[in-house]
């Protein structure tokens, strides 16, 4: 089946970087588009930025553009989320996902396959 392995969460200062990576095996990654998405405690599963499938294209939520980069190697079969400019209001659990009909979406029920989450931390 396919799995979706996040990696590189942390704590980090307030103006500081972290890159995520996002490791998909068991299908056919170049035919995905990927999401990033993340929740913070007690709040809702928010939408963060999407690439499509062949990388030519990414979106991203107002709160994190400017900020955030998502990248994709699909020799690697791995995503990844640049996160510049951290700020507190970035913390909370951070998850990939794939659409398997590379749906480029803002929207979490247009994606399939999810990953367990990583943590983020921003300090202030």
């Known amino acids: 089946q396919v799995q979706l392995v996040e990696s590189g969460g942390g704590l980090v200062q307030a103006g500081g970087s972290l890159r995520l990576s996002c490791k998909v095996s068991?299908?056919?990654?170049?035919?995905?588009?990927m999401g990033w998405f993340r929740q913070a405690s007690g709040q809702e599963r928010e939408f963060v930025g999407y690439?499509?499938?062949?990388?030519?294209?990414?979106f991203y939520a107002p709160s994190v553009r400017g900020r955030f980069i998502i990248s994709r190697d699909n020799a690697e079969a791995t995503v990844y989320l640049q996160m510049n400019t951290l700020k507190p209001e970035d913390t909370g659990v951070y998850y990939c996902?794939?659409?398997?009909?590379?749906?480029?979406?803002?929207?979490?029920?247009?994606?399939?396959?999810w990953g367990q989450g990583t943590l983020v931390t921003v300090s202030s």
């Open positions: 996902a794939a659409s398997r009909d590379n749906y480029s979406s803002r929207h979490s029920t247009e994606y399939d396959y």
């Open positions: 068991g299908g056919t990654f170049d035919n995905y588009a």
């Open positions: 690439i499509t499938s062949n990388g030519d294209r990414t």
